[in-house]
């Protein structure tokens, strides 16, 4: 049964139905709040009853298929999986696909925003797109995606940490450090590569002075080499045959180890590459070319630390 209360200076009709989102409407007089809670709850308990209802998944049942026959086609299947299943944990994932509002989802945007980034949020937000997006368009359900109606939380800017020549200097030489998380960092370096991609290094990638990366986060690419970068993978110990899980945790190991904080295993990528641009004096394609970024804005708002002085610097020379 619908309640109908006086909220400011409208009536609002609340209905709350077991197995269902609650739904709520203000109007300016009681007579059209209550007309349109007896047309919508009557459509429910008719759609319900199975009067000229179509029969919708719940949206647990439609993760779980999309987790286990589109995922494992992905790149990032393993963080997919993770979040699709800590969506399935949430009340609203038993609810039909069709019963999916923009409210349903802005409240659970709201509740994660309290514990987790912007950022974070809408990377699950994304997930859940993703899943209606396909349910559309490959198993002609005809839903709307919810996701698209809302709005999305801003996500925090980018890190801007850069290790000091003393910090990369004690990853390296520590005695802590094993022989193989030595090279990778080295390498990293070098050639400002990403993790999985210098994991991944084998001899035969090498052709003359360039470097082929067949796997790589958008497409695979050759990058160019310098002298030293080129002699420090023809000496190291390949294939590295370590998980990207275990560099990760060894390279936080060695940070808290020698107390540098604030410090990811990526943020090696971006000195590596503010140091081609700023010391190396390469240009914005130049350095694309090695970053494998199509779009400059990434490399320039992401990965440049140039900042006013060093501008200054160049004006006065």
Not at 1 to 12: D, E, G, I, P, V
Not at 87 to 94: Q, T, Y
Request: glycine share 4%.
């Amino acid at each position: 049964m619908a309640t109908l209360r006086k909220h400011y200076n409208s009536w609002q009709a609340l209905i709350r139905i077991s197995g269902q989102p609650n739904l709520a409407k203000s109007f300016k007089s009681r007579t059209d709040a209550k007309r349109w809670s007896e047309k919508v709850e009557s459509r429910i308990r008719r759609e319900e009853a199975g009067v000229g209802r179509i029969v919708y998944p719940t949206f647990a049942e439609v993760a779980e298929r999309y987790m286990f026959h589109v995922t494992p086609t992905k790149r990032c299947a393993r963080d997919e999986g993770y979040t699709i299943k800590s969506l399935m944990r949430e009340s609203w994932s038993l609810y039909p696909l069709n019963k999916i509002t923009a409210n349903v989802i802005g409240g659970y945007r709201d509740r994660q925003l309290k514990s987790v980034s912007g950022t974070t949020v809408c990377r699950r937000l994304d997930v859940v797109s993703t899943i209606f997006t396909q349910c559309k368009k490959e198993w002609g359900y005809r839903v709307d995606n919810p996701v698209l109606t809302i709005r999305r939380p801003k996500k925090a800017q980018p890190r801007d940490r850069r290790f000091t020549d003393e910090e990369l200097n004690t990853l390296i030489t520590s005695n802590h450090c094993t022989e193989k998380m030595r090279y990778i960092i080295r390498i990293a370096l070098a050639t400002a590569m990403r993790q999985g991609e210098v994991i991944r290094i084998l001899p035969e990638h090498l052709k003359g002075n360039t470097l082929f990366i067949p796997v790589a986060k958008t497409k695979p690419r050759t990058i160019p080499l310098t002298k030293d970068a080129l002699e420090l993978i023809k000496s190291a110990p390949l294939p590295f045959n370590l998980t990207g899980d275990y560099v990760s945790k060894q390279f936080t190991k060695l940070c808290k180890k020698h107390k540098i904080k604030d410090a990811h295993f990526h943020d090696i990528r971006k000195n590596s590459l503010t140091d081609f641009m700023l010391v190396r004096k390469l240009s914005v394609p130049e350095t694309m070319m090695i970053a494998g970024h199509e779009d400059p804005r990434m490399l320039l708002k992401i990965y440049n630390n140039l900042e006013a002085h060093h501008v200054a610097e160049k004006l006065n020379k």
